[in-house]
């Protein structure tokens, strides 16, 4: 009996000890970076996100670019010079619903006019 109680103890220890040498490592931490709005953003304006149809132009995969995404597109329109540039963002200017978006569109568009008239 007096040694029932140290060899209960010892395997108890024994036993928690194996769990953790032997138990899978937990992932490391990442941290999170979210590149898109969450999803109450995108519930609040689905009838946007479903219109929009111009960044599928560049990208099919762009079908449904939330409004960062569509302005950063619009932003690099802007460096772009061509034919096919001005085009895309004259039909992006009479489409997109948001009004950031849309002044950037307006911009990229002016500039493209504003260089084009200088050459």
Same mark, same amino acid.
Request: proline share 8%.
């Given at each position: 009996?007096?040694?029932?109680?140290?060899?209960?103890?010892? #395997?108890?220890?024994? &036993?928690?000890? /194996?769990? =953790?040498?032997?138990?899978? @490592?937990? !992932?490391? %931490?990442?941290? *999170?970076?979210?590149?898109?709005?969450?999803?109450?953003?995108?519930?609040?304006?689905?009838?946007?996100?479903?219109?929009?149809?111009?960044? #599928?132009?560049?990208? &099919?995969?762009? /079908?449904? =670019?939330?409004?960062?995404? @569509?302005? !950063?597109? %619009?932003?690099? *329109?802007?460096?772009?010079?061509?034919?096919?540039?001005?085009?895309?963002?004259?039909?992006?200017?009479?489409?997109?619903?948001?009004?950031?978006?849309?002044?950037?569109?307006?911009?990229?568009?002016?500039?493209?006019?504003?260089?084009? !008239?200088? %050459?």
């Amino acid at each position: 009996m007096t040694l029932g109680i140290p060899i209960f103890c010892f #395997a108890c220890f024994l &036993a928690f000890s /194996s769990i =953790a040498i032997f138990a899978p @490592r937990r !992932a490391p %931490a990442v941290p *999170l970076v979210r590149f898109e709005p969450g999803a109450s953003q995108r519930e609040r304006e689905p009838a946007r996100i479903a219109t929009v149809r111009w960044p #599928a132009q560049i990208d &099919a995969r762009a /079908s449904d =670019a939330d409004a960062e995404v @569509r302005l !950063a597109l %619009a932003r690099e *329109l802007g460096g772009c010079r061509g034919r096919w540039a001005r085009e895309t963002l004259t039909h992006a200017l009479a489409e997109e619903p948001d009004p950031r978006v849309a002044s950037a569109l307006a911009e990229a568009l002016k500039s493209m006019r504003d260089e084009a !008239a200088q %050459a």
